[in-house]
């Protein structure tokens, strides 16, 4: 039997095996470091990536609320310049409003002026027609009067009535008379009408209108034409005893309008006639 001697290459060096042990331990605690700063890193990039997320949203929301801040800013200007507007208009609706009242304040204050100036000229007027009648009154008691006297005057030379208009001198009396188919006057005719013409001198204001008639006998043409000729003879000596031409007028009526309607040789007498009508002027005019 062979005695084999211990391979010394098997049994392990005491320091060897420290060394191992420590190598082991440090990889171990190297791996778990690693495993933890791995986890760190980890850790740490979740939650940036959460800040991250979270500051994204608060991004968003915030850049929401600028949109947001945005369109309330613009509709705020809008409404500060429609404010403005409606504050410039109503200023300006003010401004023409304190002028139309002004306006119309002046208007008013002219309105009254006018009124106050008509009053004053209705009062004049009323006071001016109220003169003009009591004047226009006393004119016509005036005529009256003078008419009156005249009428007396005439009435003593020919008959002579009142009329609307003035008076009436019908000459057509036994005084005076025309002769058949004449327009000449006789002389007791122009006796009677010097004493008319006498009186109507010393008168005033008034017209003369000579009526000239015929009888019934002779067409009505040449009755017209004689006729005619009988108030021109009167006017004619009228005016050469001084009574002014251009108050007086004639017209004749022929036979149309008889005094007296027969045919007996007294009453175409009466018919061949002159009427005078005296037209006062005074109270026409007055009026």
Same mark, same amino acid.
């Given at each position: 039997?062979?005695?084999?001697?211990?391979?010394?290459?098997?049994?392990?060096?005491?320091?060897?095996?420290? =060394? =191992?042990?420590?190598?082991?331990?440090?990889?171990?605690?190297?791996?778990?470091?690693?495993?933890?700063?791995?986890?760190?890193?980890?850790?740490?990039?979740?939650?940036?990536?959460?800040?991250?997320?979270?500051?994204?949203? %608060?991004?968003?929301?915030?850049?929401? @609320?600028?949109?947001?801040?945005?369109?309330?800013?613009?509709?705020?200007?809008?409404?500060?310049?429609? $404010?403005?507007?409606?504050?410039?208009? !109503?200023?300006?609706?003010?401004?023409? =409003?304190?002028?139309?009242?002004?306006?119309?304040?002046?208007? !008013?204050?002219?309105?009254?002026? $006018?009124?106050?100036?008509?009053?004053?000229?209705?009062?004049?007027?009323?006071?001016?027609?109220?003169? $003009?009648?009591?004047?226009?009154?006393?004119?016509? @008691?005036?005529?009256?009067?003078?008419?009156?006297?005249?009428?007396?005057?005439?009435? @003593?030379?020919?008959?002579?009535?009142?009329? !609307?208009?003035?008076?009436?001198?019908?000459?057509?009396?036994?005084?005076?008379?025309?002769?058949?188919?004449?327009?000449?006057? %006789?002389?007791?005719?122009?006796?009677?009408?010097?004493?008319? $013409?006498?009186?109507?001198?010393?008168?005033?204001?008034?017209?003369?209108?000579?009526?000239?008639?015929?009888?019934?006998?002779?067409?009505?043409?040449?009755?017209?034409?004689?006729?005619?000729?009988?108030?021109?003879?009167?006017?004619?000596?009228?005016?050469? =005893?001084?009574?002014?031409?251009?108050?007086?007028?004639?017209?004749?009526?022929?036979?149309?309008?008889?005094?007296?309607?027969?045919?007996?040789?007294?009453?175409?007498?009466?018919?061949?006639?002159?009427?005078?009508?005296?037209?006062?002027?005074?109270?026409?005019?007055?009026?």
């Amino acid at each position: 039997m062979s005695i084999i001697p211990p391979n010394t290459a098997e049994v392990p060096n005491p320091e060897w095996r420290g =060394s =191992s042990h420590w190598l082991l331990a440090s990889l171990v605690v190297g791996l778990i470091l690693f495993l933890l700063l791995c986890w760190f890193f980890w850790a740490r990039l979740r939650w940036n990536e959460a800040q991250l997320q979270a500051a994204s949203q %608060r991004l968003e929301m915030l850049a929401g @609320k600028q949109e947001s801040l945005n369109t309330d800013l613009r509709q705020a200007r809008e409404q500060t310049q429609t $404010a403005r507007e409606q504050t410039r208009a !109503a200023e300006e609706r003010a401004a023409k =409003s304190e002028l139309a009242q002004a306006q119309a304040a002046k208007e !008013a204050e002219q309105a009254q002026a $006018a009124k106050t100036l008509a009053d004053q000229q209705a009062q004049r007027a009323q006071q001016q027609a109220q003169n $003009a009648r009591e004047e226009l009154e006393q004119i016509r @008691k005036a005529r009256e009067e003078e008419l009156n006297l005249m009428q007396q005057a005439l009435s @003593k030379v020919a008959a002579t009535r009142r009329t !609307a208009d003035g008076l009436v001198i019908d000459l057509g009396n036994d005084s005076f008379k025309f002769d058949f188919d004449k327009a000449t006057l %006789r002389p007791e005719n122009r006796e009677l009408l010097s004493r008319l $013409a006498g009186i109507l001198l010393v008168s005033h204001g008034y017209r003369l209108h000579v009526y000239g008639y015929s009888d019934d006998i002779g067409t009505d043409e040449y009755n017209q034409g004689l006729s005619e000729r009988r108030a021109q003879a009167v006017r004619d000596y009228f005016a050469k =005893s001084g009574i002014p031409p251009e108050i007086m007028t004639t017209k004749g009526f022929g036979k149309s309008s008889p005094r007296v309607k027969a045919k007996s040789p007294e009453a175409r007498e009466k018919n061949r006639r002159v009427e005078i009508g005296i037209v006062d002027t005074v109270i026409k005019y007055a009026e």
